[in-house]
């Protein structure tokens, strides 16, 4: 099977797992598969309500970066999750310290 048919049978696979847990918990388990792991490790979803989801970015660098692909990135969320995504809305991590 090539990569590609393999990798689209894995996000299935991981869509009807999640069908149990509640929308934003979905899209937090699908977030690191929708955008890859370098992503993943530099921004978490921190909300979902009515079709947006809020992803909480570390830094500027990567904020911009996920900007740019937010269409893409809120088309494979939902179609891993299975949650209805109208838009995904990035923000910078506040630092408290």
């Known amino acids: 099977m090539p990569l590609e048919g393999m990798r689209d049978m894995l ?11 509640q929308a934003e918990d979905r899209l937090s388990a699908a977030w690191p598969v929708a955008c890859g792991k370098a992503m993943a ?3 978490q979803v921190v909300g979902f309500e009515n079709g947006v989801v809020r992803v909480e ?9 996920m900007i740019s692909t937010r269409h893409l990135l809120a088309r494979e ?6 949650v209805s995504v109208s838009e995904i809305h990035f923000e910078r991590k506040r630092n408290y310290k």
């Open 11 to 21: 996000r299935g696979s991981l869509g009807r797992s999640l069908q149990a847990l």
């Open 41 to 43: 490790e530099r921004g």
């Open 57 to 65: 970015v570390e830094d500027g660098v990567w904020l911009r970066q």
């Open 77 to 82: 969320l939902a179609r891993i999750s299975g």
